[in-house]
């Protein structure tokens, strides 16, 4: 079966004083209907990797690859035609922080019924929208549909946009850092909503994150990026047989509630990981 | 007795038609060179403790004292040599068009000390950063490096309790490791007094030999931290934060 992602080479560049500076080096992964986690420290690229996937690199940059392929399409010279065709409907991301990235003056019901009858769907466009919420386990839809963004609370809101991104059925999911900005209780609610959709619905998903512990109990398989570069690919059960030293220093300089090193080992960073 | 004792502090904040009620009677109590953890999800009044301790929330019932003695409100100059908070966004909290240099500097001229230059320097050597960085502005440094001048700049006038507003949660986790290690280092080599306030069971569990869970305003157990190491616990609150704690679960949580 073909991959339902595929991505070799890929590059992305912004220009700077020095000249143009490499923020993704070379990465190439594939991706199935699974769940693919991406870790890195801020400044690594997983987040401008995510977002070349959607065509959305900033206008200033410039992404290249040898192959970038969804489903088929080669997304490298997609008109924005065809563009307009794929995003939202088929693949789409969810942002970090649902404070920025819902638009304020206008209430959560618009904006997903917005997505719906963009995409065909007009008459059953409020129906859908009320499932939808109801599938992200928001308990009481109508009253969520009337409110504005200010109105609701980090987990409520970044649950409307899941809604939001999910409500066309996309075959592929990017989201980038979805639970950073929630409580460790609310985290888990969202993921297992995640979760869920993924299994039932046979989506692809990419989980960007820099939480190594939180992608590796979720995920199905990890790439760990540094400086650009994919330094390593685990599947997510065998962390421990992590073999880079800076998947291990990831690993071990996080505190544990058990554990009880003093001090905590810290990320000896070495030269030669930039190769 | 206690350093720090606090007894049913209320804090109400006045939002013209509807009042919130942050600090519903919240009552503890911190040893001397204790580190003390206060857990509690967004909203649960965790933060409002400590700047209610430090005089930035409108307090409304209560009472506070350190050393046995309430404290003066408005606070003084003499508390705040005393008690110094490092605040969570090391990219808020230092002021954008001043140099390291002038926000050390500042303190000490506030409170008269002498020997600016010397004490400058040590408290960027204290923190590991080297002098060289006395002449950047905030843009120029790291999320961790900020991080480190915020730390230099509660402890330049020597005080004897840093209130830690969620130190590390805008650090990387390779950066956090490194801040709570100084912070692990500095309250043993001087003797300070820490109240640490974050989301995190681990960091908590790590710098802290004691801990409060706070909900909804109120403070709904008091743990050690060999309790919650054991998991031994009698609130379903606490309990569903540790589990949640220990990462993504296939089926539904389980109470262990």
Request: with cysteine; hydrophobic share 40%.
């Given at each position: 079966?073909?991959?339902l992602?595929?991505?070799?080479?890929?590059?992305?560049?912004?220009?700077?004083?020095?000249?143009?500076?490499?923020?993704?080096?070379?990465?190439?992964?594939?991706l199935g209907r699974e769940r693919l986690g991406?870790?890195?420290?801020?400044?690594?690229?997983?987040?401008?990797?995510?977002?070349?996937?959607?065509?959305?690199?900033?206008?200033?940059?410039?992404?290249?690859?040898?192959?970038?392929?969804?489903?088929?399409?080669?997304?490298?010279?997609?008109?924005?035609?065809?563009?307009?065709?794929?995003?939202?409907?088929?693949?789409?991301?969810v942002?970090?922080?649902?404070?920025?990235?819902?638009?304020?003056?206008?209430?959560?019901?618009?904006?997903?019924?917005?997505?719906?009858?963009?995409?065909?769907?007009?008459?059953?466009?409020?129906?859908?929208?009320?499932?939808?919420?109801?599938?992200?386990?928001?308990?009481?839809?109508?009253?969520?549909?009337?409110?504005?963004?200010?109105?609701?609370?980090?987990?409520?809101?970044?649950?409307?946009?899941i809604?939001?991104?999910l409500?066309?059925e996309p075959d592929l999911l990017i989201a980038?850092?979805p639970?950073?900005?929630?409580?460790?209780?609310?985290?888990?609610?969202?993921l297992r909503i995640l979760d869920r959709l993924v299994t039932e619905r046979g989506m692809g998903l990419i989980f960007?994150?820099?939480?190594?512990?939180?992608?590796?109990?979720f995920c199905d398989?990890?790439?760990?990026?540094?400086?650009?570069?994919?330094?390593?690919?685990?599947?997510?059960?065998?962390?421990?047989?992590?073999?880079?030293?800076?998947?291990?220093?990831?690993?071990?300089?996080?505190?544990?509630?058990?554990?009880?090193?003093?001090?905590?080992?810290?990320?000896?960073?070495?030269?030669?990981?930039?190769? | 007795?206690?350093?720090?004792?606090?007894?049913?502090?209320?804090?109400?904040?006045?939002?013209?038609?509807?009042?919130?009620?942050?600090?519903?009677?919240?009552?503890?109590?911190?040893?001397?060179?204790?580190?003390?953890?206060?857990?509690?999800?967004?909203?649960?009044?965790?933060?409002?403790?400590?700047?209610?301790?430090?005089?930035?929330?409108?307090?409304?019932?209560?009472?506070?004292?350190?050393?046995?003695?309430?404290?003066?409100?408005?606070?003084?100059?003499?508390?705040?040599?005393?008690?110094?908070?490092?605040?969570?966004?090391?990219?808020?909290?230092?002021?954008?068009?001043?140099?390291?240099?002038?926000?050390?500097?500042?303190?000490?001229?506030?409170?008269?000390?002498?020997?600016?230059?010397?004490?400058?320097?040590?408290?960027?050597?204290?923190?590991?950063?080297?002098?060289?960085?006395?002449?950047?502005?905030?843009?120029?440094?790291?999320?961790?490096?900020?991080?480190?001048?915020?730390?230099?700049?509660?402890?330049?006038?020597?005080?004897?309790?840093?209130?830690?507003?969620?130190?590390?949660?805008?650090?990387?986790?390779?950066?956090?490791?490194?801040?709570?290690?100084?912070?692990?280092?500095?309250?043993?080599?001087?003797?300070?007094?820490?109240?640490?306030?974050?989301?995190?069971?681990?960091?908590?569990?790590?710098?802290?030999?004691?801990?409060?869970?706070?909900?909804?305003?109120?403070?709904?157990?008091?743990?050690?931290?060999?309790?919650?190491?054991?998991?031994?616990?009698?609130?379903?609150?606490?309990?569903?934060?540790?589990?949640?704690?220990?990462?993504f679960?296939r089926?539904?949580?389980?109470?262990?």
């Amino acid at each position: 079966m073909n991959p339902l992602l595929s991505v070799e080479n890929l590059r992305i560049a912004f220009p700077s004083r020095q000249g143009p500076v490499e923020v993704v080096r070379g990465v190439s992964f594939s991706l199935g209907r699974e769940r693919l986690g991406i870790v890195g420290e801020s400044g690594s690229g997983k987040s401008q990797t995510g977002r070349a996937i959607l065509g959305l690199t900033p206008v200033t940059g410039t992404a290249t690859a040898d192959r970038l392929e969804f489903d088929g399409i080669d997304l490298r010279n997609a008109s924005p035609r065809q563009w307009r065709k794929l995003r939202g409907a088929r693949m789409s991301m969810v942002m970090q922080d649902p404070k920025f990235s819902l638009n304020p003056v206008m209430t959560i019901g618009k904006q997903l019924m917005e997505a719906v009858k963009l995409h065909g769907g007009k008459s059953e466009a409020r129906d859908k929208s009320l499932a939808m919420l109801e599938a992200v386990q928001i308990r009481d839809p109508e009253r969520v549909m009337a409110a504005f963004p200010h109105e609701l609370s980090g987990g409520m809101g970044q649950r409307a946009m899941i809604a939001m991104m999910l409500v066309t059925e996309p075959d592929l999911l990017i989201a980038d850092e979805p639970t950073s900005a929630l409580d460790v209780t609310v985290q888990i609610e969202v993921l297992r909503i995640l979760d869920r959709l993924v299994t039932e619905r046979g989506m692809g998903l990419i989980f960007i994150s820099h939480d190594l512990r939180l992608v590796s109990t979720f995920c199905d398989r990890v790439l760990v990026m540094y400086a650009g570069r994919v330094v390593e690919e685990l599947d997510a059960r065998r962390m421990d047989e992590a073999s880079h030293p800076y998947t291990r220093g990831l690993l071990n300089c996080l505190p544990t509630i058990t554990g009880d090193t003093r001090p905590l080992p810290v990320l000896a960073r070495d030269d030669a990981w930039l190769e | 007795m206690a350093l720090i004792e606090i007894e049913n502090l209320e804090v109400t904040f006045d939002g013209g038609d509807r009042q919130v009620r942050a600090l519903k009677g919240v009552s503890l109590s911190v040893e001397e060179e204790d580190s003390f953890g206060i857990v509690g999800e967004s909203g649960s009044g965790k933060s409002t403790v400590l700047r209610a301790l430090c005089g930035l929330a409108p307090v409304t019932a209560g009472r506070i004292s350190i050393d046995g003695k309430p404290v003066p409100s408005p606070r003084d100059q003499a508390f705040y040599r005393r008690v110094q908070m490092v605040f969570q966004d090391p990219y808020a909290s230092l002021h954008p068009r001043h140099t390291i240099d002038r926000v050390l500097s500042e303190p000490l001229a506030i409170h008269g000390f002498d020997h600016a230059e010397k004490r400058v320097e040590q408290a960027l050597e204290d923190v590991g950063l080297g002098s060289g960085f006395r002449f950047r502005y905030p843009h120029q440094l790291s999320g961790g490096q900020r991080q480190r001048v915020a730390i230099a700049r509660a402890l330049i006038l020597e005080p004897k309790i840093i209130l830690l507003d969620e130190p590390t949660s805008a650090l990387d986790a390779s950066i956090q490791a490194e801040v709570l290690n100084l912070l692990d280092r500095l309250r043993a080599d001087r003797g300070l007094t820490y109240v640490l306030v974050s989301h995190d069971l681990a960091v908590v569990s790590h710098m802290c030999d004691r801990l409060v869970v706070m909900q909804s305003g109120e403070v709904v157990e008091e743990l050690t931290r060999e309790e919650l190491q054991a998991h031994d616990t009698t609130r379903t609150y606490t309990r569903n934060l540790l589990t949640a704690s220990a990462g993504f679960t296939r089926s539904p949580a389980r109470p262990r």
